[in-house]
């Protein structure tokens, strides 16, 4: 009897795993619905059900002076036992060292940080999906090393927009994922959205799903399948598109339309689920060979919602690729993201992608046909308001500093057929500003102006309170001192492109960050409490000649699919005899992509 080589190596993880499995494993944090920059949830898991459910926690490795106790209960096959521990009162913005356990085993020491308790403090977080395997390891080996990539820049979280693992109803494959994942989600939260693979044959919180992720809960349902959250001025709402029913779609409307009226104040709104309600597709009548849009049909019952409360990003995976659609409201392609949402597909953290393969001397580039014009003309090819197309692994890095959202989307090291920092690049970026509030809450009060006047050495000697009470007492209303330019009252997305072959972006470092044992932090921290500076994550986008969609300043609006000369670029290039895709090679590419699914 011979035995396949990733069945044999996936029974090696097991054996090794199920050997290890002595004390509390697979520790990880999430985020509650409410109030991060005070509270967090850890959970692990054991193997009996007497093992305790305490955490041990200060702001020292070798000061663990606090602790919290929780549940705990036995979940499905071989998961052993899952104890979950809320922590409350942390101090906002500052990193905490913490193991779990109890008096006979502890784990390792971990770190993770709470959240800001101002809107105004910059973070950033990763989205992404689709790491499942190819065959029946669960997770895909590739996303290993794309997870400590995500993670370089120690993002706030990360949101999982479905397909974990190959098969929801086989336990082993969820114990391989808890096992690759305990690299990094000790220290930042992995917020999943739950995918067509990650199904279990029940729903609700018997499915290994629910039982295995520690998420908030609804209250339409009391389940974990749908649920949201908010970090400093951002909601994030995850929902589910694999296990709704009949009028399910119509009750989680109902539901996010609630939850999105009743968090007016935030600034950033952002929803994520596992089918794309926009998608390019190809169609070949026998065998589709991408997902096509709006296939759950959910489109009717939650885009007005989307619509209704403006959110500003809607994530999804399914489909093994990147896409951008311009933003949308009502269905028409609109002209700026303050008239509509901008719906991203982002399925390339581990399964197998639709990147350029070169089979028996034929170049098959899947994307110029799934964002072109089809094979041989038919199927639909490239949706109305399409932007730009990738089929490399991927992720997307979102930083939020107050109005401005700036988006980079990054090619992994690991690809297809080779793992290697050359594969590293920025496959897409683009940036939306937001007007100031007014008032403005982030503005610097006027002590803050005077105090760092007086430490350029421009302003008044003397303290800050000093100069303004002698400000006052000469009867000036503020100091006179030069405030922020007034920001114009209009939303911008500014885009830029870099093709993966001449585009490049720093490779990850070779320390991915906090290690189990060790004082590293997700990121510097104040240990006397106080809120520390947020994570260095880049800076700004640096300016170039790239590509404008939508220009504040020229007021200009270059077409779906052009840059701002009018040129096509993207995925709305077309192909043809000049060194595009040939009819047979897109036969050839018909063929291959058909085994594939047949074998899914």
């Not at 000697?461 to 006179?480: F, L, M």
């Amino acid at each position: 009897m011979r035995i396949g080589v990733a069945t044999a190596i996936a029974c090696a993880l097991l054996f090794t795993t199920a050997s290890a499995w002595a004390g509390p494993r697979w520790a990880r944090v999430s985020l509650p619905a409410e109030d991060a920059a005070h509270t967090i949830v850890v959970a692990w898991n054991s193997d009996a059900a007497e093992d305790a459910s305490d955490v041990e926690f200060g702001l020292a490795a070798n000061a663990l002076t606090s602790k919290a106790s929780g549940t705990s209960f036995t979940a499905k096959g071989s998961l052993g036992v899952v104890h979950e521990v809320t922590l409350s009162n942390l101090t906002p913005w500052t990193t905490y060292h913490y193991h779990v356990g109890g008096a006979d085993a502890w784990s390792p020491t971990y770190t993770f940080r709470t959240g800001p308790a101002s809107p105004c403090t910059p973070f950033s977080f990763i989205a992404g999906g689709d790491h499942r395997s190819d065959d029946e390891a669960g997770p895909n080996p590739k996303w290993k090393s794309i997870l400590e990539q995500m993670t370089v820049n120690a993002p706030a979280f990360l949101l999982e927009s479905g397909d974990l693992v190959k098969d929801g109803t086989k336990y082993p494959q969820w114990a391989a994922h808890m096992t690759m994942a305990e690299a990094r989600t000790p220290s930042y939260p992995l917020m999943p959205a739950i995918g067509n693979h990650d199904d279990d044959n029940v729903e609700g919180s018997n499915a290994a799903y629910n039982q295995l992720f520690a998420l908030p809960k609804n209250s339409a349902t009391g389940s974990e399948d749908f649920y949201y959250f908010t970090y400093g001025n951002t909601i994030v709402v995850a929902l589910s598109t694999q296990t709704a029913k009949n009028d399910a779609f119509a009750t989680q409307a109902k539901w996010l339309d609630e939850v999105l009226a009743a968090h007016p104040d935030m600034t950033w709104r952002f929803v994520y689920y596992h089918h794309p309600s926009y998608t390019s597709y190809i169609d070949l009548k026998l065998i589709d060979l991408n997902h096509p849009p709006d296939e759950q049909m959910q489109n009717a019952a939650l885009l007005p919602v989307f619509d209704k409360h403006h959110v500003d990003i809607v994530f999804a995976g399914h489909n093994h690729f990147y896409e951008r659609f311009a933003p949308i409201k009502g269905g028409v392609v609109q002209s700026t993201p303050e008239q509509g949402t901008i719906y991203i597909t982002s399925g390339g953290t581990g399964a197998l992608t639709y990147d350029t393969i070169d089979i028996i001397g034929f170049k098959i580039e899947p994307m110029k046909v799934i964002c072109g014009d089809g094979i041989f003309g038919v199927g639909s090819g490239k949706a109305k308001g399409s932007q730009i197309c990738s089929g490399k692994h991927h992720y997307v890095e979102v930083t939020i500093d107050d109005n401005i959202l700036e988006a980079k989307v990054i090619s992994t090291a690991a690809q297809n057929l080779s793992t290697e920092n050359a594969n590293v690049g920025v496959i897409d970026s683009f940036t939306i500003t937001k007007p100031k509030q007014s008032p403005d809450p982030c503005a610097p009060t006027v002590v803050e102006v005077v105090e760092a006047e007086i430490d350029a050495g421009t302003g008044d000697t003397g303290s800050a309170a000093e100069v303004v009470e002698a400000d006052v007492d000469a009867g000036a209303t503020q100091p006179d001192v030069q405030g922020p330019p007034d920001v114009p009252d209009v939303v911008a997305l500014d885009a830029q492109t870099v093709s993966p072959d001449t585009g490049s972006q720093d490779a990850p470092s070779s320390d991915p960050g906090p290690s189990a044992g060790t004082d590293a932090s997700p990121v510097g921290d104040d240990a006397s409490g106080a809120e520390a500076d947020p994570p260095d994550n880049g800076g700004p986008l640096a300016a170039d000649d790239s590509a404008t969609i939508a220009s504040a300043d020229s007021g200009g609006v270059a077409q779906p699919g052009q840059n701002a000369k009018g040129e096509e670029s993207g995925c709305s290039a077309r192909t043809g005899p000049s060194g595009g895709v040939t009819p047979w090679a897109s036969l050839v590419f018909a063929l291959w992509i058909v085994i594939r699914r047949r074998a899914r």
